[in-house]
């Protein structure tokens, strides 16, 4: 168990519905890493929050947002959903902003299903 | 910019043999650090090992190794005496060192592991 909360686990919606996916860090941790895995994109770094501030921006959507809560935990929110947002959504934290310095501890991902 | 390349979309071992998964990366970084990372049907990655560029010396964690070509921009992951419980994607992985790195992800590689 890497201590790394996701929920939920599974999510079936709608295109043009908006979600947010959660995420709770490991005790200790204070930067929190988002990313899509796809079956053709692979796995895809979105955004990183470091205690409550944006760190690093990567190929994350208009359509998506995120935000990290003075108690550490994260949310993704996904509107406009469309088939193609379809993917597993990994949470990761670590101790330090620097994902080079401190392993990436993963939570277990949120399957997004959009129909 | 840095890439990270995983050829080899699958490989199958016979168990207690030795299988050898097969990466390149691009970098334009001096230091940066490889990493590869395990991800079975349970669907969360877990670090398997860690490299650091700076370092000569090839990691090693018990069944895992790896033969780190700085030059050549090979990180490649050896697993020894491989067990049913490898079966998993495995992905390969680096990260710099300089404002705002990211971890970035090859696409993955399936092993099976035969009984």
């Known amino acids: 168990d890497s201590g790394v909360t996701q929920t939920p686990k599974h999510l079936i919606t709608a295109t043009g519905q908006r979600v947010t996916l959660r995420c709770s860090p490991r005790s200790g941790d204070l930067s929190v890493y988002w990313y899509q895995q796809s079956l053709d994109q692979g796995l895809q770094f979105l955004i990183q929050y470091y205690n409550g501030e944006e760190r690093a921006k990567g190929n994350i959507l208009e359509r998506f947002s995120a935000q990290q809560f003075p108690d550490l935990h994260s949310e993704l929110n996904l509107s406009s959903l469309e088939l193609g947002d379809s993917a597993l959504y990994f949470c990761?934290?670590?101790?330090?902003?620097?994902?080079?310095?401190?392993?990436?501890?993963f939570g277990n991902g949120t399957r997004l299903t959009v129909t | 910019a840095q890439t990270v390349t995983q050829s080899q979309p699958e490989m199958s071992v016979q168990e207690a043999e030795t299988v050898t998964l097969s990466c390149t990366y691009d970098t334009s970084e001096n230091n940066y650090y490889l990493f590869w990372y395990k991800q079975p049907p349970s669907r969360q990655m877990i670090l398997v090992i860690r490299?650091?560029?700076?370092?000569?010396q090839n990691a090693t964690e018990n069944r895992f190794s790896v033969n780190f070509q700085k030059a050549a921009k090979s990180f490649s992951l050896k697993i020894s005496d491989s067990q049913l419980g490898d079966t998993a994607m495995y992905f390969c992985a680096l990260c710099g060192t300089g404002a705002n790195s990211k971890l970035t992800f090859g696409k993955g590689i399936t092993l099976s592991v035969r009984p």
């Open positions: 990761a934290s670590s101790v330090v902003g620097d994902s080079y310095y401190s392993p990436l501890h």
């Open positions: 490299q650091e560029a700076y370092k000569q």
